[in-house]
């Protein structure tokens, strides 16, 4: 047995004391240090891409710098900034305009902004929209991708603060655009998990078929939802962090959460795959409860859909995102 399985096993209880937690974790470095030769940097502060803060509030997360990076090489430093990411009602389709005299620009810009996903949850729908035109994109697609960055010009400040004292406890919201894209009318899934007040898991992402009933694409978005509760639960356990309670998963479609709680629910449920039933066993275990919210309260609805600005900005205000930096 190798000393690193020696420290895993022998790990002490949580009541033990920080200092205890300390000797071990220079124990444990010691011990890497023999083999890899590795050097302690310190506390985080700069990890690709991703800015650290720490304070008694707890530790902040910011793509601020990559932000600013940019909009440096897109030379747009000094640009206006945009009081949300995309127009609503966009009318972006493969057939939009004429073709950009650059694509490979296009292509470089929305690379970068995926990488935004990590801590600026506030764009993922607009991402979602522009990296589905990649392979031909065309002038009002790089002038959408740009509207972006000016959005991001005025919330570079942006991030997700992971709390010092916070609960344990899941919560899910999710949403679905019925037949929301122009192309193929299919509709588009969004959800976001929250542990506590933190923004753990969230996603803008077109359903793979086209559906006739809204209480469809709702229940499917519901079933994709649940699959990631699941996963989140299943990490948490191996990471040994206790969340036994129930997740409350919230939906605005009474119909889907009729036919989740109700399989005698023929009308409704004669053209939905088996697969999605799932979520009813699920239900039954205690381990998800679907609750009904109503329209102004789902938070899912950024990840669905372009919004004006009063409705982004509401939604945005309860997403948790807190913003470290004063603008300039």
């Not at 509030?57 to 940019?70: C, N, P, W």
């Not at 697609?141 to 899941?170: C, E, F, M, W």
């Not at 962090?241 to 479609?253: E, G, P, Q, R």
């Not at 939905?272 to 789902?298: L, P, V």
Request: some cysteine; hydrophobic content about 40%; proline content about 3%.
């Amino acid at each position: 047995m190798n000393q690193i399985q020696q420290l895993r096993i022998s790990k002490p209880p949580l009541s033990l004391a920080k200092g205890t937690y300390s000797d071990r974790i220079c124990k444990l470095k010691n011990y890497l240090d023999t083999k890899f030769h590795i050097k302690t940097l310190g506390k985080l502060k700069y990890f690709l891409g991703i800015e650290v803060a720490r304070s008694p509030a707890g530790i902040f997360l910011s793509q601020r710098k990559y932000v600013l990076d940019i909009l440096a090489e897109c030379g747009l430093t000094g640009c206006k900034p945009a009081s949300f990411p995309m127009e609503q009602q966009h009318k972006l389709s493969n057939e939009s305009g004429e073709i950009s005299k650059n694509p490979e620009e296009y292509r470089w810009l929305v690379g970068r902004l995926l990488y935004l996903n990590i801590t600026c949850l506030d764009v993922s729908y607009a991402v979602h929209i522009l990296s589905q035109f990649m392979h031909n994109p065309r002038q009002p697609h790089l002038d959408a991708a740009y509207r972006v960055l000016h959005y991001l010009k005025g919330s570079r400040g942006q991030g997700i603060l992971l709390p010092s004292n916070n609960t344990l406890s899941l919560r899910a919201f999710c949403d679905a655009d019925w037949a929301g894209c122009l192309m193929t009318h299919k509709s588009t899934t969004g959800y976001i998990i929250f542990l506590g007040s933190l923004p753990v898991s969230w996603r803008a992402k077109k359903q793979t078929v086209v559906s006739r009933s809204s209480a469809k694409v709702e229940y499917r978005a519901m079933a994709t939802t649940t699959s990631e509760i699941i996963w989140l639960k299943q990490l948490l356990q191996d990471l040994e962090v206790s969340c036994t309670t129930i997740v409350s998963l919230f939906c605005d479609n009474r119909a889907a959460i009729h036919i989740a709680a109700n399989h005698v629910f023929h009308e409704r449920t004669k053209h939905i795959e088996i697969d999605c039933h799932f979520i009813r066993q699920h239900i039954q275990s205690q381990t998800i409860a679907t609750k009904s919210i109503s329209s102004q309260d789902q938070l899912a609805d950024i990840f669905t859909k372009a919004l004006g600005h009063d409705r982004f900005h509401q939604l945005l205000g309860k997403l948790g995102i807190s913003t470290l930096h004063a603008p300039t």
